[in-house]
């Protein structure tokens, strides 16, 4: 495991879970270049059912065979990228809306997401989540990504 303050190359943006709009999202294609994260995309297709986020994320992302549609695997998986290494990671999930409305489902997920941030936070690694949402959807407190909205 690498010293956290010892890290190197790493973006300009601290590891989080952040949310940005429809209208920017040519602007955190943009971001996600300048900054040379390895990026991954989910297109969560407006999923309301946690099960059906789960599968959507595990097909896309092309999982392995045992990744089970659970927050357990999804939690191994993201924490194990060895099979597509970067300096630093952000994980887009465009069309999030109808998610986020699931209050229960949504903090469920971000549970899983901010074990996994504060995993790769130890490892030295930046790893980001951000959720695409429509502005008039309620964010659960979660901020912009910063330099985008």
């Known amino acids: 495991m690498s010293n956290p303050s010892q890290r190197q ?10 949310r940005f709009t429809r209208r920017s999202s040519d602007t955190v294609r943009r971001f996600v270049e300048r900054t040379g994260c390895t990026a991954f995309q989910v297109d969560l297709e407006q999923s309301s059912q946690l099960r059906a986020v789960l599968k ?19 939690h191994d998986c ?8 970067g300096k630093s990671y952000i994980l887009l999930l465009m069309n999030a809306d109808a998610l986020s409305a699931d209050h229960h489902g949504f903090a469920e997920l971000n549970g899983v997401f901010a074990a996994t941030v504060d995993f790769w936070k130890g490892e030295g690694t930046t790893f980001v989540v951000a959720y695409e949402l429509d502005s008039a959807t309620r ?11």
Do not use: H, M
């Open 139 to 149: 964010t659960e407190g979660l901020p912009a990504l910063p330099g985008v909205n």
């Open 9 to 18: 190359d790493r973006p300009g943006i601290k590891e989080g879970i952040y």
């Open 78 to 85: 993201l924490t194990d990228l060895s099979w597509r290494e």
């Open 56 to 74: 959507r994320i595990g097909t896309q992302l092309r999982f392995p065979e045992w990744y089970g549609n659970n927050l357990d695997a999804l």
